[in-house]
């Protein structure tokens, strides 16, 4: 099985830089998911690293390192659309389907 | 694209009486998962199929719940009979094969049984 554990909640003013750590044990590693919803929303795909490093995507990055078991979504330039809450996520075997952390309620301060 | 589509948005039935949940996934996607959210529970998988089969529905809480898809474009979830835990948001969610880590949701239907 797979078991992801992520903060519940992370507050951050608006225009700093916020930093979303999950950590996964998982029975087999295809690659980490992170996913955006906003309340009453359906969630967003972000972005998916299968491989060690950082992606970048516009004011969202993502980290994974598989050694550690850990990956990190960065958000930047803070908006205030940004609050939401953010899921982390790993396909199991096949890449088919997902199992999703509990997810971290970001809140963007002005 | 429409992107992934469902109906009904709302649903609101009483306990003991069939819903069906409708989805129609992205055109050329052959993955498909429903998966119901809740404040305790989160994010669960209930099922999901591949090329219309259904591969795992180990997530299904009990026969109560069916799924189908009886072609590319269209699958259902049912519940019959309903109770009031059975209220959730579910959702359908769609993805090419093999990249299930990149899947695209629906809007959800908001089950609530009374």
């Known amino acids: 099985g797979q078991s992801l554990e992520q903060p519940s909640e992370v507050t951050a003013v608006e225009g700093a830089i916020v930093q979303i750590n999950c950590t996964y044990q998982?029975?087999?590693?295809?690659?980490l998911s992170w996913y955006q919803q906003h309340d009453g929303g359906a969630p967003t795909f972000l972005s998916y690293?299968?491989?060690?490093g950082l992606e970048e995507t516009g004011r969202f990055s993502s980290f994974l390192s598989r050694s550690d078991s850990y990956g990190y979504l960065l958000l930047q330039e803070l908006q205030m659309k940004d609050s939401a809450s953010y899921f982390c996520?790993?396909?199991?075997?096949?890449?088919?389907?997902?199992?999703f952390g509990k997810g971290t309620k970001l809140s963007v301060i002005p | 694209d429409a992107g992934v589509i469902q109906s009904p948005r709302h649903e609101v039935t009483e306990m003991g009486q069939e819903v069906t949940l409708r989805c129609k996934p992205i055109?050329?996607?052959?993955?498909l998962f429903w998966y119901r959210q809740t404040m305790m529970r989160g994010l669960e998988l209930l099922i999901y199929?591949?090329?219309?089969?259904?591969?795992?529905d180990s997530g299904m809480p009990e026969d109560r719940f069916s799924a189908k898809m009886p072609n590319a474009s269209f699958s259902t979830l049912k519940i019959q009979p309903s109770e009031p835990r059975d209220s959730a948001v579910y959702f359908c969610?769609?993805?090419?094969?093999?990249?299930?880590?990149?899947?695209?949701f629906g809007p959800g239907t908001r089950l609530t049984v009374t």
């Open positions: 969610a769609s993805s090419l094969e093999g990249r299930g880590g990149e899947q695209y």
């Open positions: 998982t029975s087999g590693f295809y690659g």
């Open positions: 690293n299968a491989l060690d």
């Open positions: 996520a790993a396909p199991g075997a096949g890449s088919y389907q997902l199992t």
């Open positions: 055109s050329g996607h052959n993955s």
């Open positions: 199929f591949n090329n219309n089969v259904p591969i795992d």
